[in-house]
Nanobody
Framework: EVQLQASGGGLVQAGGSLRLSCAASGFTFDDYAIGWFRQAPGKEREGVSCISSNNNYTYYFKSVKGRFTISSDNAKNTVYLQMNSLKPEDTAVYYC?????????????WGKGTLVTVSS
């Protein structure tokens, strides 16, 4: 069974940091890109970051570039999202998803999210 489990969310003050984890199981982790997405209350889901299957390519959406860092530990089948300099507008449920090999619009499996709340 394919599983993507996001964890690490919580309540943090503006300017603080959190590290999210996406633990994968049930598929060949090395063959898939993993992306992070978020959805704030009343808003559409948006992309945050993505790392390709071979870890050679990372992508960041404009709103988080320079503050967030994505990384992968293939030995642990886990992708991390280090979030620094958090802002109240980063408050959202964060999800991880997979796509075969490269990052793109074809994420085919989504895990349950983890809530990040940034207080001002």
């Amino acid at each position: 069974e394919v599983q993507l489990q996001a964890s690490g969310g919580g309540l943090v003050q503006a300017g603080g940091s959190l590290r999210l984890s996406c633990a994968a199981s049930g598929f060949t982790f090395d063959d898939y890109a993993i992306g992070w997405f978020r959805q704030a209350p009343g808003k559409e889901r948006e992309g945050v970051s993505c790392i390709s299957s071979n870890n050679n390519y990372t992508y960041y959406f404009k709103s988080v570039k320079g503050r967030f860092t994505i990384s992968s530990d293939n030995a642990k089948n886990t992708v991390y999202l280090q979030m620094n300099s958090l802002k109240p507008e980063d408050t959202a449920v964060y999800y991880c998803a997979r796509q075969e090999r490269l990052c793109g619009p074809g994420m085919d499996y989504w895990g349950k999210g983890t809530l990040v709340t940034v207080s001002s």
